[in-house]
């Protein structure tokens, strides 16, 4: 059984269907997947899609078989939290708490204990050693990036979802970035699907689906 798949989806905006390539996909454990696109081409939009964050037009999205559009809001709320991990544009971190205290906010987002060994060994990864007392508000832009990286990644999802998750980010950090997720997939058999304009990641996956205005 795929871990991911689509059935026909279809998504229309002012009467512009915006995914007419990504009807039909498939994804097994621990593949990965780029949507690659300039702004406005609706390459978040399928991401929210295949999250269940964005309700389709019509079609189904299939989570290990489930149909997104057969379960419970508060069914699909829990695979969310538990299953899946997000990088999002819009960081969401919280500015007066730590590091730390934003990454183990996964944990009791997917209804576990705080693992802080897994925290530990997260921010080694990303380059966060020594910033885990450090207040998200005095982060920068890259800094903050990768709490949030942090933070989709540390309780073992099934597929991190990540959304232009080296904009903010330099040569070095986006390689450390794409090297630890890519570690990560084939360690633990997390799937990953990134929707991005930057074509430096391109190279890192074999299923890539490019979209166009």
Known sequence: MDLLQTREIKLFRGGRELFGNAENLNLAS??????LGPSGCGKTSLLHVLAGLLPVSSGDVLFRGQSYRSLEAHRLDRIRAESFGFVFQSLHLV??????QNIALAFSSAYK???LPSISSVCEALGLKGKEKQKAYSLSQGEAQRVCLARACVHSPK?????EPTSALDDVNTKAVMDFLFELSKASGVSLIVSTHDQRIKPYFKNILEMSI
């Open 113 to 115: 204990s705080p693992d």
């Open 95 to 100: 500015r007066h708490l730590t590091v730390s």
């Open 30 to 35: 621990g593949q990965s997947l780029l949507i």
């Open 159 to 163: 597929i991190v979802f990540a959304d």
